[in-house]
DNA sequence: TTTT
DNA sequence: TTTT
């Protein structure tokens, strides 16, 4: 066993966070991440499109701060999962298990020049954005207070997740 | 874009060996990936099953050195690859190509205490298995002259890769 | 044999360009990679600085983008050299040999709000910086025409770099 | 901050098992890893040879499985220290600390075929050898009551490693 | 279903 | 559909 994987690209969306029947966060998001220029093709410019999925804290700290668009570099292992859905047919879905997300642009401040430092979090007690410095009205840490973010508002839809997908 | 997978793990089967249309080699394999021993369920051992694809030279090598339930250490980038399958709906297809591979383990030798000097093999003008030594009926490179590994033989069944997917 | 290294953090100071004598160019530069936050050791922030050497189009497309300061993403493989120094001490040189890096900041536009399209630069052929766009007085790539950037001006100094160095 | 590496080599030597003042275990070893083949020196094959840390459990674990000339595949991150020499001069140590160490062959039984399961161990709570199975005079893991493994024997000389330099 |  |  060796299972790792670095990946940096732009989230095609704002993360979703999630909470299991127990009670521990999940996010998901998809990063956008580039291909090796190929020179003879002259077509557009192509892109892998690779599931991410973090757990617990850094779940918490993904869903604050990443967003739709912006740079973001991961680590963590590959995964493949796979399920019967309802017709009758196994699905195979492959993800990143990340333990690891830098945040590579830090929200541009008002009508700031941007480039704050550079943030990072991990999943192994170092989490937690670290002194996080700049947070504002339009680029900072949402998620507190506001009803719509409230985990549960989801729970009409089902979770296809379960805690024995906890990796850890 | 950075975009990098690192893998060890087992065959699960011998590598698919084919050629496209235009020629070029693609071999094709599935790694057994252990994941990190997770204490609590002491249900058995898991792995994730990661699709390998190795592109020209390097298939060769890989369909010639590599066979079921060897170990293998895999560098390359993680793709997502998506076709419309005969009912019409969207497939995808996640898989890491490999430029890469490296042979953990020498086949054991007739009555060999194994063990040679280890070998790998990259696509970047040093594959070739570089000086691979010791070879023997039931465990050297195959595929010289034997009709059954003929890569045309397979010309009967449609291939799904065309030379648009070639990564470089 | 397996080799990789990933790195992110910001350039102590601008590149140094140089060529060999068969005029080959070589960039190199420190990057300070931040260490994971130790939270016990209330102490300042701790980095690693960790000397990257690049080599022919990736050194001059380096030697053009990056400055002090600026964050860059590197791959690469981890490289001992060593040498007998003038007291005739055996000296050990580590280094990470880059096959691609990846510039995770544009450089601010004019008064602008910053954030183009980021760039990467990689040695395989799909090098180039492929496609940078804005460039302006104060940001865009320098080293056009002005004498002071001439690789050769610093001819005097000995470069401890042969062309037997030369990774590939 | 984003700081990767990963690495197959052998070892030089037997791994050497120190513990800090405080009792903590490290253990260090070098890395013989061969370089990509380099087709024009017709010269003779190349290596790097990386210094590893490895702390804790993983220390211990090492220092019993892993022997000179043993294939391994580590993880971890690069790290520089510097440090004044008794000549007042400042001196750089650049060494790999691993989180994660595999053992890529399983010692070989006394008449035995070889290639029983690899091992891993690695330093989140996973460690240990994992039912690591045979074990046997020539081959098992030492330092079960033999007075020359005793970590303390070495007390006399000087060890250039705190508890400071512990990177968790 | 996709990001800049 | 999976390897040891």
Redesign the pocket.
């Known amino acids: 066993m060796l299972n790792r994987v670095i990946l940096i690209?732009?989230?095609?969306?704002d993360p979703e966070l999630r909470y299991t029947p127990a009670g521990v966060a999940v996010a998901q998001f998809?990063?956008?991440?580039?291909r090796p220029f190929s020179r003879e093709q002259s077509s557009?410019?192509?892109?892998d499109?690779i599931?991410i999925v973090v757990w617990r804290q850094l779940a918490e700290t993904c869903a604050n701060y990443l967003r739709?668009?912006r740079?973001a570099a991961v680590e963590g292992r590959m995964q493949?999962r796979?399920y019967?859905n309802n017709e009758g047919r196994?699905v195979?879905v492959t993800e990143v298990v990340a333990d690891n997300v830098r945040f590579l642009e830090s929200p541009n401040r008002e009508g700031g020049a941007s480039q704050g430092r550079d943030e990072f979090a991990g999943n192994s007690g170092n989490s937690g954005g670290g002194g996080y410095g700049g947070s504002s009205r339009s680029s900072g840490p949402r998620n507190s207070g506001n009803n719509n973010q409230d985990p549960f508002a989801d729970d009409g839809k089902p979770i296809d997740i379960s805690d024995d997908d906890l990796p850890f």
């Open positions: 690209g732009r989230l095609t969306k998809t990063l956008a991440v580039d557009e410019r192509e892109a499109f599931p739709k668009g740079l493949v796979n019967e196994r195979y």
